[in-house]
């Protein structure tokens, strides 16, 4: 018997997500790492150094951080920025600009490796039959990337995709992470995928 992969396994949960597959992958793996971080690292002396140099978190996953409520570890990190990065340069008298956030870069690099294992995960009969059951479609931002990423991957997937459930608006925008009730009940559906799992 063929074992699966780990990725096949994240892939076959999201194809349950009542929603984007691939938002929910990214956003379950980028709260795993947000959650790491406020918890583990925030006293990282060198990765609160590149936060500084990048000038801080852009203003989503700032308000992302935020549903975390760990008001402590988030206002360590916002010392540091504040005292050293915004005051010295106000006092040069440059306006203090974010160059690039973390978490955009790991977001992108988590939709990049998932993208890519997307397409061993098809290959497989039974998972291939799973996404074409039960998936809803993916949102509009994430079909493109699949679309330049993977290009073999969207043609294999591109004529079952008008039959595909939609979850508006997160079809045309992906997933609004950062918002307290969407962050609120991507927990609870993310609780009751993984009772389900435990069956």
Not at 23 to 42: D, I
Not at 76 to 104: T, W
Not at 170 to 183: A, G, M
Request: glycine share 4%; proline share 4%.
């Amino acid at each position: 018997m063929n074992r699966k992969s780990l990725i096949n396994k994240d892939w076959e949960e999201a194809f349950y997500w009542e929603g984007c597959p691939l938002c929910y992958l990214t956003q379950k793996a980028l709260r795993n790492y947000m959650e790491n971080f406020l918890y583990e690292n925030v006293n990282d002396v060198s990765l609160r150094k590149e936060i500084r140099e990048k000038g801080g978190f852009c203003e989503n996953h700032h308000l992302q951080l935020l549903t975390f409520r760990d008001l402590l570890g988030v206002s360590i990190v916002y010392e540091d920025i504040i005292k050293n990065y915004i005051i010295p340069s106000l006092k040069k008298g440059e306006v203090p600009k974010i160059k690039s956030c973390i978490f955009c870069e790991k977001e992108e690099e988590y939709e990049k490796l998932y993208i890519q294992g997307l397409s061993e995960v098809l290959k497989n009969q039974e998972s291939l039959n799973l996404w074409k059951e039960i998936a809803y479609d993916f949102c509009n931002p994430h079909k493109e990337k699949i679309k330049i990423l993977s290009p073999e991957t969207y043609r294999k997937i591109e004529p079952y995709l008008s039959e595909k459930r939609r979850k508006y608006p997160e079809y045309f925008y992906k997933s609004f992470p950062w918002d307290k009730d969407y962050s609120e009940i991507f927990l609870k559906k993310l609780r009751i995928l993984e009772s389900k799992k435990g069956k």
